[in-house]
């Protein structure tokens, strides 16, 4: 199992920029892939973003590509995610998640493990 650990949501203004961490410890973190969701009140949990246990290969929903990056640094146990252009329809509680293999898919339940969460608010 690995412990997951979200920071850096707050409040931002409809435009800006934040960059979420996601700090890991527990198993071999370097050996998984890794995930961002989010979940806006009333919704289902949305997947944004995914990154191979090498950073080799990506893949975003359609809701990030081209604002959002996530990358990863396997020395420092963290993974990342870059949101830039931000909106308000991006509010919402944004989470991180570890697979059990070193490639990731789009699925929750292909994550076995996730951290509690940062609140991302945007104002208009």
């Known amino acids: 199992q690995v412990q997951l650990v979200e920071s850096g949501g707050g409040l931002v203004q409809a435009g800006g920029s934040l960059r979420l961490s996601c700090a890991a410890s527990g198993r071999r973190f370097r050996s998984y892939a890794m995930g961002w969701f989010r979940q806006a009140p009333g919704k289902e949990r949305e997947f944004l973003a995914t990154?191979?246990?090498?950073?080799?290969?990506?893949d975003y929903a359609d809701s990030a590509k081209g604002r959002f990056t996530i990358s990863r640094d396997n020395a420092k146990n963290t993974v990342y995610l870059q949101m830039n252009s931000l909106k308000p329809e991006d509010t919402a509680v944004y989470y991180c998640a570890s697979a059990h293999t070193e490639v990731g898919g789009r699925k929750s339940y292909e994550y076995a493990d996730w951290g509690q969460g940062t609140q991302v608010t945007v104002s208009s």
């Open positions: 990154i191979s246990w090498s950073g080799a290969y990506t």
